[in-house]
């Protein structure tokens, strides 16, 4: 039988550094796969003015799974200066790769676990009654749409005419800037359309269903934002009722939700939420469990494409350090649901088995779970190497 085949797409800074360390452990786990290199991220862009080159999307689109490390993203000026000179003034623009990913293959699904690791010193804390410390276990799970809304990409700077003078037809526009000249503004529309709203919500719900989640929440706005948060919950309210009568469902302001979020962290099961507002949610609950080295996602298409990255950047002024400090935590578990998605599940529980025994055991910890300031001598100070945190999490597999 012919091995899985998986592309990597280690991209940019500490993306190569975390993804080395994850395939360590993927191997050491005894997961058999053949791994092929994608090209992807800001040296592309710089050498070839394409972030995202044809050749890496033919690879995803035969293979089907990728792994993804991170990639930088700068804004359009910055990011033409960095251009070769033989590609200045060629009318190159930028525009990040992985939302091309998502867009290219429509992985509308994300799904973002949040969940906190007994032990690990960073886990949220509060004060309840008399005084007491209390550490309350986190365990949300953030659906995202992840092609739509604002990040849908239709925006202008100076809207061309007849852009703008479809927006004049709207009394509002017109009553607050009708008399704005357009070359003064600039303009990003928010975009939800049925299909994608309700198979969002039904991930949301089927996930809480299959894993014993006792509600779904949907975090948006539809007090202000009346059209597009509003159609996400009517459509869950329909949905919940026609379909998962016994899932709870919830609504929280995604401003209200970030007050919640630090008051009864525990309350909240599954949350569903358009492309900007799930990405808040996500890292605000990941603020909670540790932070962003230890946030993982998943992304999914219709037709079944899969990618699978941790939701921290690329950290540039990292990725130079002779000895690497950051922490793989986030890789591994991205890693993990991977080996969920094949059916693998025995496996990827042996791996977080191994991440939880190395986390509650305390002896090896990278230096944000140390609280220092990351620098290339927090490994002489104590903390552990992005390098012995793998090796760990590997002896406790073995």
Known sequence: MAKLTI??????????????????????????????????????????????????????????????????????????A??????????????????????????????????????????????????????????????????????????????????HQALMTHPKFRANYGSVPPEELSISTRIFTRKATQRILTAAFEHAQKYGYKSVTVCEKPNVIRETSGLMWKMAKETQKNFYPGIKLLNTNIDAQMMWLTKNPEDYGVIVAGNMFGDIVSDAFAGLIGGLGFACSAQFSEDGIAVFEPTHGSAPKYAGFEIPIVNPIAMIESACMMLDYLEEKATAARIRKAVAETILEGKTRTYDMMKMTGSPDVVKKGAASTIEMADTIISKLK
Request: net charge negative; with cysteine.
């Open 7 to 80: 592309v990597t797409l280690p991209g940019d800074g500490i993306g190569n550094i975390v993804m080395k360390q994850a395939l360590r452990v993927l191997d050491a786990s005894g997961f058999e796969a053949e791994y092929i290199h994608g090209d992807i991220g800001w040296d592309l862009w710089c050498s070839e003015g394409n972030p995202l080159p044809q050749r890496t999307l033919d690879l995803i689109s035969k293979h089907r799974i990728a792994l993804f490390g991170a990639i930088t993203s700068k804004p359009n000026e910055e990011a033409r």
């Open 82 to 163: 960095e251009l070769a000179p033989s590609l200045q003034d060629k009318g190159y623009v930028y525009s990040s790769p992985i939302v091309g990913l998502r867009q290219k293959f429509n992985l509308d699904i994300c799904v973002r676990p949040c969940r906190s690791y007994t032990g690990n010193p960073l886990n949220f804390i509060r004060r309840g009654r008399g005084g007491a410390i209390e550490e309350p276990l986190v365990d949300v799970v953030i659906f995202r749409q992840n092609t739509e809304g604002l990040y849908s990409g239709v925006e202008w700077t100076n809207p061309p005419d007849q852009v």
